[in-house]
Structure formats: C-alpha cells, structure tokens
C-alpha cells in the first residue's frame, strides 16, 4: 500500500502563491504517475496536473497552465505543486493521487488512480 500525506493548503488572496506538497510512504516501487486533483463544492474532482515519476514528464490542464507548476523530488519522495497566479475559481480540494501503472500521458479521471491523500483546502479570496 502507498500513503500519501498532503500539507500546504491555506487561505490566500487572489493573484497570490500557495505550495502544496505530498509526501509518499510505504510500498512506492510500483508508482510511476503521480497526480493533482481538485474538488470544489457540489463539482465533479477534477485533474489538475501530473508527473511521471521516473524518467519526469509532466502535464497540465488547460485551465492551469502557465499557473501552476508540478514536480518531484526523489530523496524526500514528495511531489510538489507550486501554485501561482490563484484565481478565486481555484478554490477547492486539492487531493494527490498515484497511479501504479505508467500511464502517459497522464489519465485524467479520478477512477483510474489507485490510492489518495486526504485533501488540502485551498481558498483565494477576491
């Protein structure tokens, strides 16, 4: 099994930066995708962003390219999300997720990512 611990989310006005982070543990051999996934409420989860873990590539949904930011890194096993330029529509849920299989690009429906964080509430304020 593969745990994924979420911190970084907060409160923060419009035009400003937040940094998530999801650090992974247990059995991570296996794990080759790892993605970024919003919810807002009474919306469907939404992709975000994804890395490929080895070998990284990554991609972005339309709506936060040139905004955000995804990376890994390898010694602390963490996947970063560097957001900027946040939009009040950017509020949401933010969930890490990891995909087992090298799936690339990237899939972005939520049923096809294996194990989950607990989410991180991410607010811009207008």
């Known amino acids: 099994q593969v745990q994924l611990l979420e911190s970084g989310g907060g409160l923060v006005q419009a035009g400003g930066s937040l940094r998530l982070s999801c650090a992974a543990s247990?059995?991570?051999?296996?794990?080759?995708?790892m993605g970024w996934f919003r919810q807002a409420p009474g919306k469907e989860r939404e992709f975000v962003s994804a890395?490929?873990?080895?070998?990284?590539?990554?991609y972005y949904a339309d709506y936060v390219k040139g905004r955000f930011t995804i990376s890994r890194d390898s010694a602390k096993n963490t996947v970063y999300l560097q957001m900027g330029s946040l939009k009040p529509e950017d509020t949401a849920v933010y969930y890490c997720?990891?995909?087992?299989?090298?799936?690339?690009?990237?899939?972005?429906?939520?049923?096809?990512?294996?194990?989950w964080g607990q989410g991180t509430q991410v607010t811009v304020s207008s």
């Open positions: 997720a990891a995909d087992r299989r090298i799936s690339w690009p990237p899939a972005r429906w939520s049923s096809a990512y294996d194990y």
């Open positions: 247990g059995r991570t051999s296996s794990t080759y995708v």
């Open positions: 890395i490929r873990w080895m070998s990284p590539g990554t």
